[in-house]
């Protein structure tokens, strides 16, 4: 006995000892792209190439993007599959170690980091003019496909272009003559699928302006994206999501996608609080005067309790140790206490000029500036910082601002930016309710500690990125990425751009908000790239055509296919695809960890896939859209897996050994099955339109609880032939309510 004891004993311990080891072999794949600059100015990865032009793209190939200038050195990866793939996208013709970086990049593909180059090929050349020897960069352009052979072919009138693969260039634009002068590079002998040549007259030979080889692919400057005659004037030539799809193979990758939620588009929607003492020119009644914030509230916010929508004022506009008033207060608490308003904070004094207070320097900002403060109350352009004449060479403002803050009463104080702020606006607020989300205030660049010191307290972020494609920004280039990395820390962009852009600073065409319209267009077809977002200030309730333009906004809202989130949630999706991890199963399935609030994943290229939900795990539905598959996850599972299976069935949703979702405006989360009865948790704003796939003819009560502020409600629904279930709960289910399904048998 005690023998058999032992035996056990030891196996137990094995057990114990075998499971962290198993654990500690599964790797996440990774999801990340270095993306690679030189700046001895050292300029924010804002402005490159790689996050204005690339990133977008990555992001909706499911790719989050770390950025690092060369200039500090060559990155140094801990470990060798930390990073998916290496892009290199520079706009300076040299490096002072071009050959160390060629090194580098060599060395990377060897441990089997694929790599893009894009750009100028600044590793030609030192920062003397010297020439970098053509082996050494053959090393590196022989595994993306090409063979330099240090030519540079600068006359290019009489060649023609030749696309071996149509589908991976001419995305928004065609090559045009004059053509731009390239390198020569010809197919290397380790292997080379060119898809985009130039052939000079009366010859066979072709000059690779594009090209994969074993180790990633290559794109000449020029001929990935077309630069016209003025700065909105950018297009794409190249197909950048099936070239980054084939460099970084991508082909059946998982998508963390942060534009859809239980099937449906995210809408969300934040205003900026500038303009909030502003008086307004739309009257109240008997001709009373109206503050912009009071026309707001009485005409884009309270008539809409199904678009929820996120205010945040500025504190120092409501705190009368500054510039706050009892009317500025009353309608901060009018706005909160209405239950489609999420409470947020613009910040206390409303920095313009975030990198201004990096390196803060009290007593330079009171030389500089004493206690000077735009007139919020007065024209916008000088609330919004815009200089007319000035010269800010010696304050370190850019000359787009006049003060670097909106108000300059005390000295700058971060924690009272971020925190302090939040905890004050937050005491307007009815209970239950505080302050759930900081939007940038000014340029909306802030540097690391502001965003950690928001982290610390847990209040997500949001602001900057301006994105727009309209007539006025006809591209895809024009569309910001999710967000970007900041140090450690994560910001999130706003969706689309807000109505400075369209009404250029606030100075004319204040109709032109009304053309978001067509961004949302464009971010939606034929790839769903962006939620539906109407970003907007106080202000826009200054004149009939702001607020109108507005106005045709939210009417489009409401006739589009949306599920309608606080933008606090969209920012807390927007970290998730950030920080989510995706790991392949030994059995071929996807669990994922780490995604925060990141509730979908996004299959592409394959219409007959399908969710095999007996063998996934958190898994609560599916749609098929635009050619890809969205998987809907339960946000109560924190580490659900995902097995898919090619369906043969002629339907697109297969019967499943339980109903799960197709398409729902609310959420519904912690799914449970009790013999046959579904209980789940359900969220949202407006009517609770739900679609369901179900066995064909099933029926099934449906039930949402009594509550104190109304009664019990169920219905009786039956799905039709194909197992199709459409149903619309008609409860107020703005703070949260269940819902059952319970199968109904003869």
Not at 254 to 260: F, Q, S, Y
Request: hydrophobic content about 35%.
């Amino acid at each position: 006995m005690a023998s058999l004891l032992k035996f056990l004993r030891l196996c137990f311990i094995c057990f114990l000892v075998l499971i962290p080891l198993s654990t500690a072999q599964a790797r996440p794949v990774s999801r990340e792209i270095a993306s690679v600059y030189y700046s001895p100015q050292d300029i924010s990865p804002f402005y490159t190439p790689g996050h204005a032009l690339a990133e977008t793209v990555l992001n909706f190939l499911g790719l989050t993007v770390t950025h690092f200038d060369i200039s500090q050195g060559l990155p140094q990866f801990d470990d060798p599959h930390e990073f998916r793939g290496i892009l290199v996208w520079m706009e300076i013709d040299r490096l002072p170690d071009p050959e160390g970086f060629l090194k580098w990049l060599d060395a990377q593909m060897d441990a089997g980091t694929k790599v893009a180059i894009l750009g100028d090929w600044s590793f030609l050349l030192d920062m003397q003019g010297k020439n970098v020897s053509v082996p050494l960069v053959n090393r590196v352009l022989n595994r993306l496909g090409g063979q330099y052979d240090g030519d540079w072919e600068q006359f290019t009138f009489d060649y023609s272009i030749n696309h071996l693969d149509p589908d991976m260039t001419g995305y928004e634009s065609e090559i045009v003559k004059p053509f731009p002068p390239f390198y020569g590079v010809t197919k290397a002998e380790s292997g080379s699928t060119p898809f985009v040549v130039a052939t000079p007259p009366q010859s066979d030979s072709n000059f690779l302006l594009g090209a994969f080889g074993p180790s990633g692919g290559f794109v000449q400057d020029g001929y990935a994206v077309r630069t016209g005659r003025n700065e909105h004037d950018r297009k794409w030539i190249l197909n950048p999501f099936k070239f980054f799809s084939r460099v970084f193979q991508l082909e059946d990758f998982p998508k963390l996608d942060t534009t859809t939620l239980m099937g449906r588009r995210i809408y969300y929607s934040h205003i900026d609080g500038d303009g909030w003492r502003n008086i307004s020119e739309i009257r109240g009644d008997n001709d009373q005067p109206l503050l912009d914030t009071e026309v707001v509230y009485r005409d884009l916010i309270k008539p809409y309790p199904d678009l929820p929508v996120s205010v945040a004022p500025i504190a120092a506009d409501l705190d009368p140790a500054w510039y706050g008033t009892k009317r500025t207060q009353d309608i901060a608490r009018k706005l909160f206490a209405l239950p489609q308003v999420e409470a947020a904070s613009h910040t206390y004094t409303h920095p313009f000029q975030w990198s201004y207070y990096k390196n803060y320097s009290a007593k330079r900002e009171e030389r500089d500036f004493g206690a000077k403060t735009t007139n919020i109350s007065g024209r916008v352009l000088e609330l919004l910082g815009v200089a007319k004449d000035v010269d800010a060479s010696d304050t370190g403002l850019q000359k787009s601002y006049d003060l670097p803050r909106a108000y300059i009463k005390r000295p700058f104080d971060l924690h009272q930016e971020i925190v302090d702020a939040a905890n004050y606006i937050s005491t307007f607020c009815p209970p239950g309710k505080k302050v759930e989300l900081l939007q940038w205030s000014g340029d909306t660049s802030p540097f690391e500690a502001a965003i950690a010191m928001a982290d610390s307290i847990g209040l997500p972020n949001i602001n900057g990125g301006d994105s727009r494609w309209d007539p006025d920004y006809p591209s895809l280039a024009w569309v910001a990425p999710v967000g970007m990395r900041v140090g450690k820390h994560i910001q999130i962009y706003a969706s689309n751009s807000n109505e400075n852009t369209y009404t250029h600073l606030w100075s004319d065409r204040y109709f032109g908000f009304r053309y978001l319209a067509n961004t949302i267009e464009n971010t939606e077809s034929p790839i769903r790239l962006r939620p539906f977002n109407i970003y907007y200030h106080m202000y826009s309730g200054e004149k009939v055509a702001s607020r109108n333009a507005v106005l045709s906004n939210l009417e489009l809202a409401r006739k589009s296919t949306i599920i309608p989130v606080a933008a606090s949630r969209y920012a807390r999706i927007g970290k998730g695809f950030f920080t989510a991890e995706i790991e392949k199963t030994q059995d071929g399935n996807w669990q994922i960890r780490n995604r925060g609030e990141a509730g979908t994943v996004r299959f592409d290229n394959d219409k007959h896939l399908t969710v095999d939900f007996d063998n996934s795990y958190g898994v609560i539905g599916q749609i098929h859209y635009q050619g890809s598959l969205y998987v809907a996850l339960d946000e109560a599972i924190d580490e659900p897996v995902i097995s898919v299976k090619t369906s043969t069935a002629e339907t697109q949703y297969p019967v499943a050994r339980q109903p799960y979702i197709i398409s729902s405006r609310w959420r519904a989360w912690d799914l449970q099955n009790s013999d046959g009865t579904l209980h789940m948790k359900i969220q949202g704003f407006g009517k609770g339109e739900m679609q369901w796939r179900t066995a064909p003819q099933a029926t099934y009560k449906l039930t949402v609880p009594a509550r104190n502020d109304q009664p019990e409600w169920s219905q009786t629904v039956t799905a039709d032939a194909k197992g199709i279930l459409n149903y619309v709960v008609p409860v107020d289910a703005i703070p949260g309510a269940e819902l059952t399904l319970e199968p109904v048998t003869d």
